[in-house]
């Protein structure tokens, strides 16, 4: 199970940090994700990490605001998001992969959290 926490109400520049942990297996092998889905839009890929914590990928509009890392000892995974902007507006949901490394693909996904909501003010 993924619990995705830390959405709320942020204006325009501020920051916000996603966390998501996992309980009832370790994550620790597999690379894990980040996905966001804006009102009456398909769901889009934000970033990801993998098993290591070693290499990162990140969606164009994100790189160099956005942040993703994971504790594994914590089995949780991290998305610090900073300069924020309203079309960074969202629902926020982590998701693990099929194997160890980064993927954008959703498909590559097994496991998905429930979901936190982000609203950036203009």
């Known amino acids: 199970q993924l619990q995705a926490s830390g959405g709320g109400l942020v204006q325009a520049g501020g920051s916000l940090r996603l966390s998501c942990a996992a309980s009832?297996?370790?994550?620790?092998?597999?690379?894990m994700g980040w996905f966001r889905q804006a009102p009456g839009r398909e769901r889009k890929f934000v970033a990801s990490?993998?098993?290591?914590?070693?290499?990162?990928y990140y969606e164009d509009s994100v790189k160099g605001r956005f942040t993703i890392s994971r504790d594994n000892a914590k089995n949780t995974l991290y998305l610090q998001m900073n300069s924020m902007k309203p079309e960074d507006t969202a629902v926020y949901y982590c998701?693990?992969?099929?194997?160890?490394?980064?993927?954008?693909?959703?498909?590559?996904?097994?496991?998905w959290g429930q979901g936190t909501q982000v609203t950036v003010s203009s």
């Open positions: 998701a693990v992969t099929l194997g160890p490394e980064v993927r954008s693909a959703s498909q590559s996904y097994k496991y």
């Open positions: 009832g297996r370790t994550v620790s092998n597999n690379g």
């Open positions: 990490i993998d098993w290591r914590g070693s290499n990162t």
